[in-house]
């Protein structure tokens, strides 16, 4: 039985990932901003939230965790690194740790650069990646605690994970990120189709993400750049873009 996912759009921009593996019955749910749309969602479903998975620190990631885990009992997973920046951590996990939710288990991606810790959270069989602030749909996290090189080491890696790999972001960020890579490539017409569809996509209020591995690879320029030199140039661009 496939896992199933529910996305839950809070803040002005965020999404908060509700996963729920039929096997088992289990629930869990993927930073938490905030907490009652989360358990509102999760009511509505008659699904008990039993855990709470964090990519890394911001408190528009880990808002929700506490309230959540005072309604609950939800056990809290995150980054080691940045454990004393999440004080409601039950568990804290690096890089090639093992997660279970249910009768499903994902695998612990280390993907410092927007944050110094940031995790990912890897479902190899069900081609599925939790991957926070670090990978967006047509773009990539800010540099906050890191460097161009990690963010290039992280976007070879990502691309190198099967195509089909559904990619679970943290923020519906595609259109900036669209209107910005059509500047990056102009030749590319997988680009400018994508931005197409986002722009009509958001014009009537639509998700775009999950994306997948495959889309970024053929319209991400972070993805797509060739060396550090050029995603640091990329993302500069990008952090002054007004699009
Ligand atoms: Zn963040
Ligand atoms: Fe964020």
């Known amino acids: 039985m496939p896992m199933e996912i529910v996305r839950i759009p809070v803040l002005s921009d965020n999404y908060v990932w509700l996963v729920h593996e039929p096997v088992s019955g289990e629930t869990m749910v993927v930073d938490p901003a905030v907490a009652e749309p989360v358990l509102a ?26 309230a959540i885990k005072a309604a609950t009992g939800a056990i809290v997973t995150g980054p080691a690194a940045e454990a004393e920046r999440i004080p409601t951590l039950d568990r804290t996990v690096r890089e090639g740790d093992r997660v279970r939710l249910g009768e499903a ?3 612990v991606l280390e993907v410092p650069a927007h944050t110094a810790g940031h995790i990912a959270y890897h479902f190899a069989e069900e081609e599925m990646l939790f991957i926070g602030d ?34 679970y972001c943290a923020h519906e960020y595609t ?59 990329l993302r500069a661009a990008k952090d002054n873009f007004r699009g």
Not at 161 to 166: F, N, Q, S, W
Not at 194 to 211: H, K, N, W, Y
């Open 41 to 66: 969602e999760a009511d509505r479903r008659r699904w008990r939230i039993g855990q709470i998975w964090n990519t890394h620190w911001h408190p528009d990631h880990t808002g929700g965790n506490a």
């Open 105 to 107: 288990e994902a695998q």
């Open 134 to 167: 670090t990978l967006f749909a047509m773009g990539c996290g800010r540099l906050f605690e890191g460097s161009a090189a990690q963010m290039h080491a992280n976007m070879t890696r990502l691309a190198a994970l099967p195509a089909e790999t559904r990619v």
């Open 175 to 233: 259109l900036s990120n669209g209107r910005f890579a059509v500047t990056a490539e102009p030749g590319n017409g997988d680009i400018a189709e994508r931005l197409r569809e986002v722009e009509s996509l958001r014009a009537s209020g639509e998700a775009t993400v999950p994306t997948t591995i495959a889309a970024e690879r053929a319209t991400n320029p972070f993805m797509r750049a060739s060396s550090v030199e050029a995603l640091a140039a």
